[in-house]
């Protein structure tokens, strides 16, 4: 797969072809269409955040469609698009309640 990966902190993205990762049961693979890249991912890259192991691909707002899936997963299919997050808000507290998902607690 083609892919954009920090390799090492404070040194350019790397763009190149990488393996497959792996699928779990529970996983999908997603063909990524479109993502971009934040201020959290500049921070990766900078060494300011840092995350390990590495090499890490970026980009944690990303869309596409479902590649492939884990034996386990029932509700999804091959085909379908999807967009990925990552963050999982309560749905409850006063930043949820207006709309503003991005600040919950």
């Known amino acids: 797969m083609k892919a954009v990966q920090i390799i090492e902190y404070n040194r350019p993205f790397h ?11 529970n996983e999908a693979l997603v063909r990524v269409k479109a993502s971009g890249l934040c201020l959290t991912d500049l921070h990766l890259s900078q060494g300011r955040q840092r995350i390990e192991p590495l090499p890490r691909i970026p980009g944690h707002e990303s ?4 590649a492939a ?4 997963v029932k509700d999804w299919k091959t085909g379908q698009r999807v967009l990925v997050v990552i963050d999982v808000p309560c749905q409850a507290c ?4 207006t709309g503003q998902t991005q600040r919950c607690r």
């Open 15 to 25: 763009y190149g072809d990488f393996p497959l990762p792996d699928l779990g049961p």
């Open 63 to 66: 869309a596409g469609e479902i």
């Open 69 to 72: 899936l884990g034996a386990e």
């Open 94 to 97: 006063c930043h949820c309640l």
